[in-house]
Structures are given as C-alpha cells and as structure tokens.
C-alpha cells in the first residue's frame, strides 16, 4: 500500500463502520440470548404467554391462570399468589411486596395508558364522523 492508501479517510471509514457493525450484532446477539433466557415468576410468565381473550366472547375455565370474576373484568393475577402465605424471613417478605407493589403500578400504569388510548380512538372516531358529514355535504353540493 502507498503512503496515500493509507490514510485515506475511505479505508478509515470502512474498517470504523465495520467494527462498530460487529459491535452492534454482537451486542444484539448477546441482549437475545439474555433476554430470552431469562426465567420469569409463575405470576409473570402465564401472563405473557396466555393471549388475552374479551369476557364476552370466550368461555374461560377456573382452572386457567386467567380467571373471570365478572362478565366485564378478567383477572389478571392468580389466586394463589394473593393466598399465598407471606415468608417468615423479613427481608423475603419486603421482597415479595415490593414484588407485588411493583405489579401493581405496572397494572395502574397499564390501565392509564389504555384509557388514554380509548379516549383518543373516541376523539379520532368523532373526527371521522365530522369528516364524513362534511363529505355529505361537499357531495350534496355539487348535485
């Protein structure tokens, strides 16, 4: 290689965008295998494996981790966690609550998030309904 081979910023470019290329797939290879891996609580992997089912249209059995209480709610913890006793050692017990306290803000969290998200397909529906109108109206108009 001459002198100008080597410092070209060409050549600097290609070897810095491939080692960072393999950086990134060896960090993404690595984020998988760890993510995948991972060995989640009775409570949280039934969850994220079972799809969620509307109450009115699917028969759901008690023996299934999803248990409705009601036509309108489904359950979203089992029963067992909630009956469960609490461990004697005091700091298993914190865990544990922090565990469920963390739940539970996830839940409230969730439960916000879908709210905003009814509100806003409603607005987007009322904004559909007005359009339409004023499309009737543009259509009658003209004939």
Known sequence: MTLDQRNSPKLLLGITGGLVAIIVLFLAYQWFFATSN???PEH???SLNTPAKPAASAEVKPTESVIATDEKTIQLVDEKILKAAVPENESLAKEEVAKLE???M???DQETMLK???ADADDLVALKEEQIKLLEAQLAQKQ
Do not use: R
Request: net charge negative.
């Open 38 to 40: 991972e060995v989640l």
């Open 44 to 46: 949280e992997g039934t």
């Open 102 to 104: 963390d739940i539970q």
């Open 106 to 108: 996830q839940l409230k």
């Open 116 to 118: 905003a998200q009814h």
